[in-house]
């Protein structure tokens, strides 16, 4: 396309200046014949400058025809950039709202989750007071257990009689009867402890 351009122009330029310089040869040429001639020369020369003016009008409405072109084709093509470059802002900003709108989603989500931490911790706290409170009244309890345990041995104790420890056996007589002999268990119940100093006596 602009190869072509470029070659009509030069042939239009080119058959201006070839019809100005037949035309400045011709009235060159006049000046050095007769009347007629003279006159021949000058209505060449008028011919020749009006068709000069023709191509040259003819070359600046190509030129202006070219120039429309070339400003048409430019503003489709600035039209296309800007149509192409619409078309990626729309996609990238409503790839941008995309994201805006899942990050709002996770915000959301993590606040949920945060104000739910928030409760748990709160609730944890009320029972962590109420464990408090529970421990210390069982400990009071306790503490009160142990007194009174204290108090219950403490009156044990003072009710305890001291028994002796030799218990009284009963004599032989007693154990040896008219009527009837001792039994292995009357004899446990005699007191023999004396009988090893009778033995050694004998």
């Known amino acids: 396309m602009p190869g072509r351009r470029a070659a009509h ?10 019809i100005l310089t ?3 040869v011709a009235s060159v040429a006049s000046m050095f014949g007769g009347a007629w001639i003279v006159r021949a020369g000058v209505v060449v020369a008028i011919v020749m400058a009006f ?3 023709f191509v ?3 070359e600046l409405g190509a ?3 070219r120039h429309a072109e070339e400003l ?10 800007a149509d192409r470059f619409h078309e990626e802002s729309v996609a990238m900003i409503s790839r941008f709202n995309a994201r805006a709108e899942n990050l709002q989603g996770v915000i959301a989500k993590l606040r949920g989750q945060l104000a739910a931490a928030k409760s748990e911790l709160s609730s944890m706290r009320g029972n962590a007071a109420w464990l408090r409170a529970e421990v210390a009244e069982r400990q009071a309890r306790v503490e009160a257990l142990e007194v009174r345990i204290a108090e219950l041995e403490a009156e044990d104790t003072a009710n ?3 028994l002796p420890r030799k218990a009284v056996s009963p004599s032989i007589d007693e154990i040896w009867g008219e009527d009837e002999h001792p039994t292995m ?3 446990a119940k005699l007191n023999l402890d004396g009988l090893p100093e009778l033995r050694m006596q004998a």
């Not at 122009?9 to 070839?18: D, G, H, I, N, P």
């Not at 048409?72 to 950039?81: A, F, N, P, T």
């Open 9 to 18: 122009k030069s042939s239009e330029r080119t058959l201006a200046l070839t």
């Open 22 to 24: 037949v035309g400045t």
């Open 51 to 53: 068709a000069a003016v």
């Open 56 to 58: 040259a009008w003819r």
């Open 63 to 65: 030129e202006r025809v």
């Open 72 to 81: 048409k084709h430019e503003i489709d093509l600035r039209s296309q950039q």
């Open 160 to 162: 305890i009689v001291t």
């Open 185 to 187: 268990v009357d004899l």
